[in-house]
């Protein structure tokens, strides 16, 4: 490897995806070789990387901070050049002064070779990495393979120095303890962010969704919201029941209910009480489903305690179409402290979900640009002088005319 890496880290990776994503600044720390890099990749993309191709993007004042990493899986021979060239065209926008490409997994049945001496596995790849990155004018510092990130995984350089050695135990690397120190995580793998937002019991869905038809249809949206947040509507009648516009109508009729129904959640998952019952779920769908609610919870995502916890819990336990906004509010959150593989299972799940969901079109385009958190903050949760009035929708859900 050309030399040891001094790190800031500065930008996260992507789950499976060559976009980029960003995470809060964290003091210097500087990585000594390519194993203690190695160590540090669980942390910038936030889980054990699994038969995988990263690419490290390396710049700064000092040309050795890192700036950007990106992680796809392995691509199939033929689809080498066109991941490499994604990689390397995301990897532009940060004016890289150099790359490390890192290659985990793919043969490890030739591990122990590798430790012995043995060539590393997956050449051609690292090749076309490299033809790629110059061919766009960056320089590559480096080439690695390794067998994984955990602790005592080989790893060798393709590069005429045929270093060698495995992973330490990040528990002894300065980085591993700046990174938790700054709220980074490092999951197993992939797989545990995918359990965040994987659905809940298909029958139980099937019932919410019942019941958001049937409020719907029969104009008691309100009486859901009512019901659920205990409270009668105007003047100690609960909305919707004296002739006040149902869900076709006025939409401000029970937008107060719904902005107290998201409140009272939030201080709920805050407090560690967060109990989720059919009725309560129905009336939050219905709640954010009101774009002036949803974009106040947005704005209250940046320093809410517990507003990640309630959106994962709200995505997993929302039918279809509903569960797209908790969803890009998750992502939404993941965003503002920087932890761009959650943003994009999130994004993944709203768009699954969803399909055309405005929010999580402008979400997955400041996740595609790597928009650091201050930025994030920025264009999505601003001081309430500087907020934007917001659109009025109509209430009626699109889930009358999925019928």
Known sequence: ????????????????????ATPPAAPVT???????????????????PRDSLLFIAFGGSSGRRIELTQRVDLPRADDAAAVCGALAANTLRASPAGVAVVIVGGDRAVAGGVL?????????LAAAAEVTLTARGVPVQSRTWAAGTDAGAAWACYDECGCRGAVPDEGTTPFAATAVAAGLV????????????????????RRRARMLTRALDTGRAPDALCEALGTAGPDGVPAGTDGSPGPGGDAGAARPIGHALVENALADAAAGRLRLDDARIVALALALSDLEVRDAALARSADADGAEHLWAALVREMPDPEAAEPAALLAACALLRGDGALAGIALDRAEQARPGHRLTGLLRAVWAAGMPPERVRECFCPPPAAAMPVRRVAGRSKRRSRR
């Open 1 to 20: 490897m050309a030399g040891p890496a001094a790190a800031q880290p500065r930008c996260m990776a992507t789950s499976a995806s060559p976009a980029p």
């Open 116 to 124: 012995l001496g043995g060539p590393p596995p997956l050449a051609d």
């Open 30 to 48: 500087r990585l000594r070789n390519p194993g203690e890099l190695l160590a540090a990749l669980p942390y910038l993309i936030g889980f054990h």
């Open 186 to 205: 490092a999951r197993a793998d992939r797989g545990e962010l995918e359990k965040l937002v994987a659905p809940s019991t298909p029958a139980r869905l």
